[in-house]
């Protein structure tokens, strides 16, 4: 028996359920069923012959049997001439009901009419359809012929009488020589006559050949059915059995698809022993450590960005100390008259206060598939590249990304001072740095704790033109994402600046709005 767990997600599993034209349940059955029917025709083929040769055997002793009785009895009545007991024995031999032709019978009605046969019941010298009893000349009376037949007319004496042409099988598959009258194959059984030691006639008995035939055929009738019957009956108890072996497959199938769309909460209970049994532990094994592996990147994820957790989770080497170069877009934000804040606030609304921004300004980076690299108090640092190949196309993608990013800090930093103006509150600036270029990333620390983080010169630059809108207020941009971007956002070019630690004065540039 097995069950899904209630708390799956059973309408994303249904959705991934893709259900084949033909299951496991028919093919199986079909198969068997195919392979059984196959070996009943071949056993039905080889009984059938065997069947065949016994019944001509035991026909044609009966039939033998019947001629014999015959010759012994009609001894003295043939000798005396005593037409009306030859008559009476004569009769006696034929048989009783002749059966009708069934070449012209519908299939069906000749199968009904064999399966409603008797099985124990025998027609009375069943296929004898003539008696010929022939005496011999003597002395004292010519030859003679004592003529009767199954159609119910009165024996006919004749003294002369041209006999049925009759020839044996020449390949000896025939029990008897074989004759033809009225378009009917019969068999000749000759038997002779004698008194006393002294043979004076023959008994000539015409049996119908296809009694045989129809006696196999009935017989094969019957066998067919019963093994009809069988193979239906068994077809069915195997299309029950497999169905409860192969129940669990279902639920398994639902299962690997909630997999498969992302849910790893189906868990497949089921009381099994055997194979099929191993497998679901085996899902319910896997399902459990796909859950337990998402959580650790939900977990990370709070940390830096899911691409990145992805990254280290893939590759174990980024888990040790080091670092390589790389190619990034890096920002850096601040928040202005923050410090001014801390000194009037509670500390609890002052906290409530820096988590709020921190909250927009996550989502906004985050959405844009930035990787939050650390807070430092009210500062963030965020960085965009570190994942994926390092091409043209992902260098113009991590800036204009940035960029946008930092637009729509400042946006919703502008809607959040609104409402705290109309609260009576005071209002807070936001000053962002956004530079390009080569830096060092990886894990920086000790084996005991480690930050995964950006180093070098540009993540400086970033840092510095952080600083430089001393009213907030500002996304300040350098020229190698300029040269990017620029044309993507609506940008206002500002005076280039001295910054602390660089020789020559920076341009700088403010996005004001994507473009398009």
Not at 205 to 227: E, K, P
Not at 322 to 344: C, D, K
Not at 487 to 515: C, H, N, S, T
């Amino acid at each position: 028996m097995s069950t899904v767990d209630p708390s799956a997600k059973s309408g994303n599993a249904a959705a991934g359920f893709k259900r084949g034209l033909l299951s496991l349940n028919f093919k199986f059955t079909t198969v068997t069923g195919a392979l059984l029917a196959g070996l009943l025709v071949l056993v039905t083929l080889m009984v059938n012959d065997q069947l065949k040769r016994d019944l001509s055997r035991e026909v044609a002793e009966r039939a033998n049997t019947v001629a014999a009785n015959l010759a012994l009895k009609a001894g003295d009545p043939l000798l005396s001439g005593d037409e009306l007991t030859l008559a009476q024995l004569m009769k006696g031999s034929l048989e009783k009901e002749s059966a009708g032709p069934v070449e012209d019978m519908p299939w069906l009605q000749r199968a009904l009419q064999d399966l409603g046969k008797g099985g124990a019941a025998l027609t009375k010298n069943e296929g004898i359809q003539r008696v010929i009893m022939e005496k011999f000349a003597t002395a004292t009376a010519a030859r003679s012929y004592f003529d009767l037949d199954s159609s119910g007319a009165p024996m006919s004496v004749k003294p002369d009488l041209e006999l049925p042409a009759s020839a044996r099988d020449a390949l000896g598959q025939e029990p008897y020589p074989v004759t033809f009258m009225a378009g009917r194959a019969l068999y000749e059984i000759q038997q002779p006559v004698a008194v006393a030691g002294k043979s004076f006639g023959q008994i000539h008995l015409y049996l119908r050949r296809d009694v045989i035939t129809d006696s196999v055929r009935v017989a094969t009738t019957r066998m067919v059915a019963v093994m009809l019957v069988s193979l239906l009956l068994g077809l069915l108890c195997l299309w029950v059995v497999v169905r409860l072996l192969l129940s669990p497959i279902k639920p398994l199938v639902r299962g690997v698809n909630a997999v498969a769309l992302g849910d790893f909460g189906v868990q497949v209970r089921i009381r099994r022993g055997d194979e099929l049994g191993d497998l679901v532990t085996a899902y319910n094994g896997m399902a459990n450590s796909l859950r337990e592996k998402e959580a650790v990147q939900e977990a990370l994820a709070k940390y830096t960005s899911k691409d990145l957790v992805n990254q280290m989770l893939s590759d174990k080497a980024q888990l040790g100390l080091g670092g390589q170069r790389v190619h990034a877009t890096i920002l850096f934000s601040v928040v202005r008259g923050m410090h001014a804040l801390s000194s009037v606030l509670p500390a609890e609304e002052f906290v409530a206060l820096i988590n709020e921004y921190l909250e927009v300004e996550t989502e906004a980076i985050m959405r844009n598939g930035g990787s939050i690299d650390k807070f430092i108090g009210d500062e963030v640092m965020a960085v965009w590249g570190l994942s994926g190949p390092d091409t043209p196309e992902t260098r113009v993608r991590s800036a204009e990304q940035a960029v946008k990013s930092g637009v729509e800090v400042q946006e919703a930093i502008e809607r959040l001072n609104a409402e705290r103006v109309k609260r009576g509150e005071q209002p807070f600036m936001v000053s962002i740095g956004i530079n390009n270029g080569e830096v060092v990333s990886g894990n920086m620390g000790s084996s005991v704790k480690m930050d995964y983080t950006v180093l070098g010169g540009n993540v400086n630059l970033a840092a510095r033109l952080g600083l430089v809108a001393a009213q907030g207020g500002q996304t300040i941009i350098s020229q190698s994402v300029f040269d990017l971007v620029g044309a993507k956002f609506k940008v206002d070019r500002l005076a280039p600046m001295q910054l602390k630690g660089i020789k020559e004065p920076v341009p700088l540039y403010w996005p004001r709005k994507a473009l398009g």
